[in-house]
């Protein structure tokens, strides 16, 4: 993997087997589409310039994301930068029964011909398997139908978003996969274990999701914080939805609150100078061996550019780091630690 660029701009990486190079930080493009709250049009527009402006030349949608509302402004950001050095990373396989038979090449097909029109693409850069049933892995015929995909010139390359390390395993088996998505950060470090060793011997990219713990580690919620209805940190706190690690990464919300406020403590007194809990958390995560790119959310520009600044910054001090592994060795592992 190359790394460059430690400090002043936001480094380049090799996306994994995809030979791309793009931004160490992106940007997920799930708050705009939606299940975060509502995001104005403008203000989704906006993210996305700010985010490129700011030097960000990766960006993680899916075709479920607001039902497509993500890829279309994101079709139209790219039609307003047609010579911008952008990689788009989209996801399939929610748009109808979690089954494993419905991984067929007839869908795959079909969902990128949705996810192609919507973004204004004849060949997308990188679609990914969205967390399908376990048992997709071992099915020879999903990899035949994705290769398939790649020799029709409908997709450029193939990675998987998945939801336990054990299912990062088996994907990084594959020698068509090119990326794995996963849920790292402060509060959810086994991957570290075994993944991302793993995918650097065998050159598979890592793309780090939810690296705030949706917005936890920001520091900015108190006991009385209250979100939209239509914001799955209100209706998915207990899986009601859809897996429960993707929401404050499977932490309760209380023993996240206290885990934050001890986490900002820290980063106020051994981060970078100036530095948010928000920013440091992102280079916490931006420097683990083996990460390609860190795709935080933003749900305005402020946000989009206070991420890309995490990073510019040097790498954390072995104090911080220290501190951080004892705060979730205490706080967090007992929770999430055995279940993904």
């Given at each position: 993997?190359?790394?460059?660029?430690?400090?002043g701009e936001?480094?380049q990486r090799?996306l994994?087997?995809?030979?791309?190079?793009?931004?160490?930080?992106?940007l997920?493009?799930?708050?705009?589409?939606?299940?975060?709250?509502?995001?104005a049009?403008?203000d989704?527009?906006e993210?996305l310039e700010?985010?490129?402006?700011?030097?960000?030349t990766?960006?993680?949608?899916?075709?479920?994301?607001?039902?497509g509302?993500?890829?279309?402004?994101?079709?139209?950001?790219?039609?307003?930068?047609?010579?911008a050095?952008?990689?788009?990373?989209?996801?399939m396989?929610?748009?109808?029964?979690q089954?494993?038979?419905?991984?067929?090449?007839a869908?795959?097909?079909?969902?990128?011909?949705?996810s192609r029109?919507?973004?204004?693409?004849?060949?997308?850069?990188?679609?990914?398997?969205?967390?399908p049933?376990?048992?997709?892995?071992?099915?020879?015929?999903?990899?035949?139908?994705?290769?398939?995909?790649?020799?029709?010139?409908r997709?450029a390359?193939?990675?998987?978003?998945?939801?336990?390390?054990?299912?990062?395993?088996?994907?990084i088996?594959?020698?068509?996969?090119?990326?794995?998505?996963?849920?790292?950060?402060?509060?959810?470090?086994?991957?570290?274990?075994?993944?991302l060793?793993?995918a650097?011997?065998?050159?598979?990219?890592i793309?780090a999701r939810?690296?705030l713990?949706?917005?936890?580690?920001?520091?900015?919620?108190?006991?009385?914080?209250?979100f939209?209805?239509?914001?799955?940190?209100?209706?998915?706190?207990?899986?009601?939805?859809?897996?429960?690690g993707?929401?404050?990464?499977?932490?309760?919300?209380?023993?996240g609150?206290?885990?934050?406020e001890?986490f900002s403590?820290l980063?106020?007194?051994h981060?970078?100078?100036?530095?948010?809990?928000a920013?440091?958390?992102?280079?916490?995560?931006?420097?683990?061996?083996?990460v390609?790119?860190?795709?935080?959310?933003?749900r305005?520009a402020?946000q989009?550019?206070?991420?890309?600044?995490?990073?510019?910054?040097?790498?954390l001090?072995?104090e911080?780091?220290?501190?951080?592994?004892?705060?979730y060795?205490?706080?967090?592992?007992?929770?999430?630690?055995?279940?993904?």
């Open positions: 993997m190359s790394q460059h660029g430690e400090t936001i480094p090799t994994g087997r995809t030979n791309r190079e793009v931004s160490a930080i992106g997920g493009a799930w708050q705009i589409g939606g299940s975060w709250g509502t995001v049009e403008r989704a527009h993210v700010a985010a490129l402006d700011a030097g960000i990766f960006f993680d949608t899916a075709d479920v994301y607001g039902d509302r993500s890829e279309r402004l994101i079709g139209e950001f790219l039609r307003r930068h047609p010579d050095p952008i990689t788009v990373a989209t996801k396989g929610r748009r109808g029964p089954e494993p038979e419905e991984y067929s090449l869908n795959f097909r079909a969902w990128n011909d949705r029109a919507n973004l204004g693409v004849d060949t997308l850069d990188l679609v990914q398997l969205h967390c049933p376990p048992t997709v892995y071992s099915r020879e015929a999903t990899f035949d139908a994705l290769d398939t995909l790649v020799a029709e010139e997709i390359a193939y990675g998987v978003s998945v939801e336990t390390c054990d299912e990062a395993l088996a994907a088996q594959r020698p068509g996969v090119a990326t794995v998505q996963i849920i790292l950060n402060a509060f959810r470090r086994k991957p570290l274990e075994q993944v060793p793993a650097a011997e065998a050159g598979v990219g793309i939810v690296p713990a949706s917005g936890l580690l920001s520091g900015r919620y108190r006991p009385d914080t209250t939209a209805e239509d914001d799955h940190r209100s209706f998915n706190r207990r899986g009601e939805a859809f897996d429960v993707e929401t404050f990464s499977g932490v309760d919300f209380e023993t609150l206290a885990a934050a001890e403590a980063a106020a007194k981060g970078p100078e100036g530095a948010s809990p920013q440091v958390a992102l280079r916490w995560v931006m420097q683990q061996p083996g390609s790119t860190v795709i935080p959310g933003a305005n402020e989009a550019r206070g991420n890309a600044t995490a990073g510019t910054l040097p790498p001090e072995p911080l780091l220290e501190a951080m592994r004892d705060l060795d205490r706080a967090i592992r007992p929770q999430v630690h055995h279940r993904w």
